[in-house]
């Protein structure tokens, strides 16, 4: 346990220098503010409090932020040691390989928790201030924070596969974005095409559910914008899955994280320095 | 025992790298590991450090499998080119160091006193000179008293004043007890440093020997390097049927068993002959005789 901890403090340091902490937490804040600002406008048409519609926002920028956000952190994770040599060193240590890569998701994690914190707390906060009933959908925002967190630990864990998977730091944030691009902007394109083909046959019963549900960034927003009942105020896909109860949603975003640090360990272990 | 290596073979596709080397290092023993670049050296110490399997053969280190908890406890290795993070201070990248191996962090300022760090140790990594960044590698594998040392070419960069500071510090521990393994381009300053030399030529162990035995082994020639008195040099040249060299040196070349009686040779001529050098066959010949296969 102290061996995780040690690579979680330096990585914690490192992130601090490096202005990741502050990058991330200004992004947040920042898209928050402008969210919130731009996002007051429904609220007297829907009838609902302030700070639900803010959480409804909020998801659809978390969708895309938190997950670039944990990919930008942890693209270098492995890739970056392997390219300035440091790796090779730090494996005679008497560390395993699953406590270094699980010290750097600690902090990483944290990371993303202060910016996410941040971002939520700026947001809420005007919500809060400028309606009194808004208090309401605290539950509301609770939820999205802990499920952004689960959503960020997925992607973490994706991006440090992808950074063990391709050695080499540039090669590693290419393949990031891209994986960014398909999963969080074309995947939904691609499934709105397949259900303007189908035209309701049975891909759109059958398998665009699952599809829709088997996708971290999907999932989470099903579950998010279900939950807090402000559904009519997100627009789009989500819409359409209305049918898919939460639970299944909660438990995608639930088992994701576990599936992409287990990979992201096994490729892990087959690099040589 | 601490490290035991029996016919390690270790092949790239058809390539081989390393072929059924077996050497040992004994506690309080330094060995020095030379090769030219491509030899296997670095593949070696990597088999060592259980950083990649080898395909055929066993390695024992303190008793155990290479990589083994254990042996990567008693372990410390200095890679070639020593890298550390460029955000982190020597003194913050020696205490995550400290902390890796269970140790208290306030060792990390006298093991930065120790190696010449103390002044830079607040200062970014990124700031230091390559030959400080060794030193910070040095740091570092001398945490929490290794039994082994593997040290990948670890005077590179380093000056001569560090160089020789460096080796201070290692003899220190030999005598402590601790087995080193070092390897070295530079020939001649492993010369009076090491108990033992092991050559690799393309995978291939070719020597594993004392430096004296391997001298005696070669059997090459001694140079004996003769200086005449002013005006004498041809006919020192002649009487000894040697080289002139320039005006007054006279070079003769002669093995081992000769040597004594070409110095009376010297010495029978007297006032033409003001001084006479013995030049035994450098590291250098020696290593270039066995690495050209001389000693298979």
């Known amino acids: 346990?102290?061996?995780?901890?040690?690579?979680?403090?330096?990585?914690?340091?490192?992130?601090?220098?490096?202005?990741?902490?502050?990058?991330?937490?200004?992004?947040?804040?920042?898209?928050?503010?402008?969210?919130?600002?731009?996002g007051s406008a429904p609220t007297g048409a829907l009838g609902a409090d302030k700070l639900s519609v803010t959480v409804a926002s909020?998801?659809?920028l978390a969708v895309y932020l938190v997950p670039l956000v944990a990919l930008l952190m942890s693209f270098d994770a492995i890739a970056g040691e392997i390219e300035r040599g440091t790796l090779s060193l730090v494996l005679t240590y008497p560390v395993a390989r699953g406590e270094l890569l699980l010290g750097k998701f600690i902090a990483h994690l944290a990371i993303l928790a202060i910016a996410v914190a941040a971002g939520y707390g700026?947001?809420?906060?005007?919500?809060?201030v400028?309606?009194?009933?808004?208090?309401?959908?605290?539950p509301a925002l609770l939820r999205l924070f802990w499920s952004s967190i689960l959503l960020g630990a997925t992607f973490l864990g994706i991006g440090y596969g992808i950074s063990a998977f391709s050695r080499r730091p540039g090669a590693a944030a290419g393949l990031v974005i891209g994986l960014w691009l398909v999963l969080i902007v074309l995947y939904d394109l691609g499934l709105l095409a397949a259900i303007v083909a189908d035209d309701g046959g049975a891909f759109t019963t059958g398998y665009f559910p699952w599809l829709l549900i088997g996708n971290p960034a999907d999932a989470f927003r099903i579950y998010n914008l279900a939950m807090s009942e402000a559904t009519a105020a997100a627009a789009g896909l989500t819409g359409a899955a209305n049918s898919i109860p939460p639970l299944y949603a909660l438990i995608s975003i639930a088992v994701w994280p576990v599936i992409a640090t287990t990979l992201a360990w096994a490729t892990f272990r087959k690099v040589t320095p | 025992m601490c490290l035991t290596l029996s016919q390690v073979t270790k092949r790239y596709d058809d390539r081989t790298v390393l072929d059924a080397v077996s050497f040992d290092v004994n506690a309080g023993e330094r060995v020095a590991l030379l090769g030219h670049n491509g030899a296997g050296k670095s593949t070696l110490m990597k088999i060592i450090l259980g950083l990649i399997p080898a395909n055929e053969g066993t390695v024992s280190v303190l008793g155990h499998a290479p990589g083994s908890i254990i042996a990567k406890t008693g372990t410390a290795y200095l890679p070639e080119n020593a890298a550390f993070h460029p955000?982190?201070?020597?003194?913050e990248q020696l205490c995550h160091y400290l902390r890796l191996r269970g140790e208290p962090t306030k060792h990390a300022t006298p093991l930065l006193e120790r190696v010449g760090l103390g002044p830079a140790a607040k200062r970014r990594i990124g700031t230091y000179s390559k030959g400080m960044r060794q030193r910070v590698g040095l740091a570092q594998a001398l945490i929490g008293k290794p039994r082994l040392l593997v040290l990948d070419e670890p005077t590179s960069g380093l000056d001569p004043v560090s160089r020789r500071e460096f080796y201070v510090i290692l003899d220190e521990l030999a005598a402590q007890g601790t087995a080193i393994l070092l390897s070295s381009h530079a020939l001649t300053e492993v010369e009076a440093r090491t108990d033992r030399i092991v050559i690799l030529s393309s995978g291939v162990m070719v020597a594993n020997d004392t430096l004296a035995n391997l001298r005696r082994r070669a059997s090459l020639p001694i140079r004996l390097q003769v200086s005449a008195t002013t005006g004498n040099a041809d006919e020192v040249a002649s009487k000894l049927s040697g080289d002139r060299r320039n005006g007054v040196m006279v070079d003769l070349v002669c093995n081992s068993e000769e040597k004594l009686a070409r110095l009376g040779d010297i010495s029978a001529l007297g006032s033409l002959v003001e001084d006479v050098d013995v030049i035994p066959p450098s590291l250098e010949d020696i290593y270039s005789h066995f690495s050209k296969g001389g000693g298979a």
């Open chain 1, 130 to 138: 400028s309606d009194t009933n808004a208090l309401v959908g605290l």
């Open chain 2, 87 to 91: 955000a982190l201070t020597g003194q």
């Open chain 1, 58 to 60: 909020l998801t659809s």
């Open chain 1, 1 to 38: 346990m102290n061996r995780i901890l040690a690579s979680s403090r330096t990585e914690f340091v490192i992130a601090l220098r490096n202005r990741w902490i502050t990058i991330s937490v200004v992004m947040m804040v920042l898209f928050s503010l402008v969210l919130s600002a731009a």
């Open chain 1, 122 to 128: 700026i947001a809420a906060l005007t919500a809060v």
